[in-house]
């Protein structure tokens, strides 16, 4: 008898940590409108955080936000009901910045990264020394049996591996292509083997100054232009793709997302191509967020041969492809300074205290001509920049812009914001500019870039500096430009609000910002910096029904424990997708 009692005891306890991690539905009527209720419903309506007792949708929208009996009403016979049981519902999160194909692509590949990686099917291990780098290098060759099969390994940094050579990576194989794709995805190291494989000679990398032949390393347009387009082929093809962009729906959904921003269709030189695996592999109803596509221009002008009429015209007939999961933006993406995890960002002076110079993916003066030429053809214009001095030249090319044509009123947004000064924040303002944010830049870097031979403390504890931001009153969104962070928008909330590294460190508290703003940089912000904001990114009636129900209330709890929270189930366009592995 009382080992009965023990196992119906033990069953007890487990229904009720089950119970813990879910919502409670009466179903009456599946065509029937649902009230949520009982619960911390956050609306991220307004400059401070607005609750609700209830929230009814009815046909994928929103019907009704407020107090719990009148919803009752408004829901009408046979209505559904969902027992919050004091979780938190608020609006579905959104990353308006990450890659899709680029991650796919990386997903296909080996990591060996300075930090920790969680997915739904497994976890890796950071990787740091350049022992511990080569190590698993090796490790991941032997478990190769086809002697000939390309070997590609994603994650390295210098900062926390050292230097690597072709040289050193023919030491491992000289028979079998090795290539080592830096973190940042703009750098790349080859061995002998991967040179012949991709049949780069050295002769047709002669003078080009982003490339060192010898230590078979290609550095920003050196690697985008030379490598990319003789590698790309080998890896994007249909079941690759098919594979990883699977896996990548299982990393968004586990995110808690429900909008995402494919931020630079078209960098690997096809627009179609980039458009068709997502749209191929992610255009169902097993897909529980909306994507939106804004096309690289500068990538797409290159491979027209500079002709800017051309790549206009390739964007207009784009445009017409939004479809139920997609959405194509009215906007382009263009590019300032380099890498910031390569250091390759373009910094104001003193620049970098060990005397290297940072790199341009477009020249100030290129980037001008294809600012004015999108500018004046009314396309808002997102700008990836790192570093001061290429923030300095994206805001002189605005203020130009707006004084030749004061009557055009489109937006320009910043993309990453690593290193700045207090006064561009000011600057940023004063143009009428809006950010979208990195975090992960200094919780991964931060405690490599204070060095003296970096930036220092001053300019590398102050990355990223949100807080000059709020105090300007300059709208951001976070991101993660997925893979330089993992797709995790709580992490980056986490990071706004404590400033904390990787490594524990308490970086320039001055620039924290309220959760309450972190908040608004994952849902209401990013879908205004996404031309959005009329559909989602708060709780309000008309909207979209797209939610994300979460164990704990962001706002109420440690704010050092907000990346911690655990994410439940998301609702997407009224239809609920829980979250089975976390």
Same mark, same amino acid.
């Given at each position: 008898?009382?080992?009965?009692l *023990?196992?119906c005891?033990?069953?007890?306890l487990?229904l009720?940590s089950?119970k813990?991690?879910?919502?409670?539905?009466?179903?009456?009527?599946?065509n029937?409108?649902?009230?949520?209720y009982?619960?911390?419903?956050i609306?991220?309506?307004?400059n401070?955080?607005?609750? @609700?007792?209830?929230?009814?949708v009815?046909?994928?929208?929103?019907l009704f936000?407020?107090?719990?009996d009148?919803?009752m009403?408004q829901?009408?016979?046979g209505? #559904?009901?969902?027992?919050?049981?004091?979780?938190?519902?608020?609006?579905?999160l959104i990353d308006?910045?990450l890659?899709?194909?680029?991650?796919?692509m990386?997903? #296909?590949?080996?990591?060996?990264?300075?930090?920790?990686?969680?997915f739904?099917w497994?976890n890796?291990?950071?990787?740091?020394?350049?022992?511990?780098f080569?190590?698993?290098?090796?490790?991941?060759?032997?478990e190769l049996? %086809?002697?000939?099969e390309?070997l590609v390994?994603w994650?390295?940094?210098?900062p926390f591996?050292g230097d690597?050579?072709?040289?050193?990576?023919?030491?491992?194989?000289?028979? /079998?292509?090795?290539?080592?794709w830096? &973190?940042?995805a703009?750098?790349?190291w080859?061995?002998?083997?991967?040179?012949? &494989?991709? #049949?780069i000679?050295?002769?047709?990398?002669?003078?080009?100054?982003?490339?060192?032949y010898?230590s078979?390393?290609?550095?920003e347009?050196?690697?985008?232009?030379v490598?990319v387009p003789?590698?790309a082929?080998?890896? /994007? #093809?249909d079941e690759v793709m098919?594979?990883n962009m *699977?896996?990548l729906?299982d990393?968004?959904?586990?995110g808690?997302?429900?909008t995402?921003?494919?931020?630079?269709?078209g960098?690997s030189?096809?627009?179609g191509g $980039?458009?068709k &695996?997502m749209? %191929?592999?992610?255009?169902n109803?097993e897909?529980p967020?909306?994507?939106q596509?804004?096309? %690289?221009v500068?990538t797409?002008n290159?491979?027209?041969?500079?002709? !800017?009429?051309?790549? !206009?015209a390739?964007?207009?007939?784009?445009?017409?492809k939004?479809s @139920?999961?997609?959405?194509?933006?009215?906007?382009?993406k263009?590019?300032?300074d380099?890498?910031f995890?390569?250091q390759n960002?373009?910094?104001l002076?003193p620049g970098?205290?060990?005397?290297h110079?940072?790199?341009w993916?477009?020249?100030p003066?290129?980037?001008n001509?294809?600012?004015k030429?999108?500018?004046?053809?009314g396309y808002p214009i997102?700008i990836?920049?790192n570093?001061?001095?290429g923030l300095?030249?994206?805001?002189?090319?605005l203020?130009?812009l707006?004084?030749?044509?004061p009557k055009l009123?489109?937006?320009l947004?910043?993309e990453?914001?690593?290193?700045?000064?207090p006064e561009?924040?000011?600057?940023?303002a004063?143009l009428?500019a809006?950010?979208?944010?990195?975090p992960?830049?200094l &919780?991964?870097?931060?405690d490599?870039y204070?060095a003296?031979t970096?930036?220092?403390?001053?300019?590398?504890?102050?990355?990223?500096r949100?807080?000059?931001?709020?105090?300007?009153?300059?709208?951001?969104a976070?991101h993660? $430009?997925?893979?330089? @962070?993992p797709?995790?928008?709580?992490l980056l909330?986490w990071?706004?609000?404590?400033?904390?590294? @990787?490594?524990?460190?308490?970086?320039?508290?001055?620039?924290?910002?309220?959760?309450?703003e972190?908040?608004?940089?994952i849902t209401?912000?990013?879908?205004d910096?996404?031309?959005? %904001?009329?559909i989602t990114?708060?709780?309000?009636?008309?909207?979209k029904a797209d939610?994300?129900i979460l164990a704990e209330?962001?706002?109420k709890?440690?704010?050092?424990k907000?990346k911690?929270?655990?994410? *439940?189930?998301?609702?997407f366009?009224g239809?609920s997708?829980?979250?089975k592995?976390?």
């Amino acid at each position: 008898m009382k080992k009965i009692l *023990l196992i119906c005891f033990a069953a007890s306890l487990w229904l009720v940590s089950c119970k813990k991690n879910e919502t409670s539905t009466t179903v009456t009527d599946e065509n029937g409108a649902t009230v949520y209720y009982n619960g911390d419903i956050i609306t991220m309506e307004g400059n401070e955080p607005t609750y @609700a007792e209830a929230v009814v949708v009815k046909d994928g929208k929103i019907l009704f936000v407020g107090k719990e009996d009148e919803a009752m009403k408004q829901a009408g016979e046979g209505h #559904n009901m969902v027992d919050l049981e004091g979780k938190t519902l608020m609006p579905g999160l959104i990353d308006p910045h990450l890659h899709p194909n680029l991650g796919a692509m990386i997903l #296909n590949t080996k990591f060996a990264t300075p930090f920790d990686w969680s997915f739904p099917w497994g976890n890796v291990k950071a990787v740091r020394g350049h022992e511990a780098f080569i190590a698993k290098v090796k490790e991941y060759e032997a478990e190769l049996k %086809d002697p000939k099969e390309p070997l590609v390994v994603w994650g390295f940094m210098e900062p926390f591996h050292g230097d690597i050579s072709r040289k050193e990576l023919d030491g491992i194989s000289s028979t /079998r292509p090795i290539m080592i794709w830096q &973190y940042s995805a703009h750098v790349m190291w080859l061995n002998t083997a991967g040179l012949k &494989y991709l #049949n780069i000679t050295e002769k047709e990398t002669k003078g080009n100054s982003q490339i060192d032949y010898a230590s078979g390393k290609f550095v920003e347009a050196g690697f985008f232009n030379v490598v990319v387009p003789k590698w790309a082929p080998t890896i /994007r #093809n249909d079941e690759v793709m098919k594979t990883n962009m *699977l896996k990548l729906r299982d990393l968004v959904h586990m995110g808690g997302l429900t909008t995402i921003g494919d931020m630079g269709t078209g960098s690997s030189g096809e627009l179609g191509g $980039d458009f068709k &695996y997502m749209k %191929d592999n992610l255009e169902n109803n097993e897909t529980p967020f909306r994507m939106q596509f804004t096309p %690289d221009v500068n990538t797409l002008n290159l491979v027209n041969g500079g002709d !800017f009429e051309k790549t !206009f015209a390739d964007v207009k007939e784009f445009g017409q492809k939004s479809s @139920a999961h997609i959405i194509i933006d009215h906007a382009i993406k263009l590019y300032a300074d380099g890498a910031f995890f390569g250091q390759n960002f373009q910094v104001l002076a003193p620049g970098y205290l060990d005397g290297h110079s940072g790199e341009w993916i477009m020249t100030p003066e290129n980037l001008n001509k294809a600012m004015k030429f999108w500018w004046t053809k009314g396309y808002p214009i997102h700008i990836h920049c790192n570093g001061s001095m290429g923030l300095a030249t994206i805001l002189d090319g605005l203020e130009k812009l707006q004084k030749e044509y004061p009557k055009l009123k489109q937006r320009l947004t910043i993309e990453h914001f690593g290193e700045s000064t207090p006064e561009q924040s000011a600057r940023i303002a004063k143009l009428g500019a809006v950010v979208s944010a990195n975090p992960y830049y200094l &919780y991964s870097m931060g405690d490599k870039y204070v060095a003296n031979t970096v930036l220092g403390q001053e300019r590398g504890s102050e990355m990223v500096r949100l807080g000059s931001l709020v105090k300007n009153k300059v709208k951001f969104a976070l991101h993660s $430009d997925f893979t330089m @962070a993992p797709i995790q928008p709580l992490l980056l909330a986490w990071i706004a609000t404590n400033r904390v590294t @990787a490594d524990g460190s308490l970086m320039a508290p001055q620039e924290r910002v309220s959760a309450y703003e972190a908040l608004k940089g994952i849902t209401i912000n990013a879908a205004d910096l996404m031309q959005l %904001d009329k559909i989602t990114g708060s709780i309000k009636v008309g909207k979209k029904a797209d939610f994300v129900i979460l164990a704990e209330n962001p706002l109420k709890i440690d704010p050092m424990k907000i990346k911690d929270i655990k994410i *439940l189930e998301t609702v997407f366009e009224g239809k609920s997708f829980p979250i089975k592995n976390q």
